[in-house]
């Protein structure tokens, strides 16, 4: 996730300094992050489970 929000916003800040529209306009809220960390440790711990 950490690498996926540089990427977006690298992106961003380039289409924006040639007056383009965001390359991803979404931003994840602290609330949405918390889930997706949730859902990504359940996956784990059933990975780790198998």
């Known amino acids: 996730m950490n ?3 540089l990427l977006t ?3 961003n ?3 924006r ?4 529209a965001d ?3 979404f931003i994840l809220t ?3 992050w918390n889930k997706w960390a949730f ?3 359940l996956f784990r711990e059933t ?3 198998r």
Not at 17 to 20: A, H, Q
């Open 3 to 5: 690498a996926w929000m």
């Open 39 to 41: 859902i990504h440790a």
């Open 30 to 32: 602290t609330g949405a």
């Open 9 to 11: 916003s690298v992106a």
């Open 47 to 49: 990975q780790v489970l």
């Open 23 to 25: 390359f991803y306009p």
């Open 17 to 20: 300094l040639m007056e383009r």
């Open 13 to 15: 800040s380039l289409n």
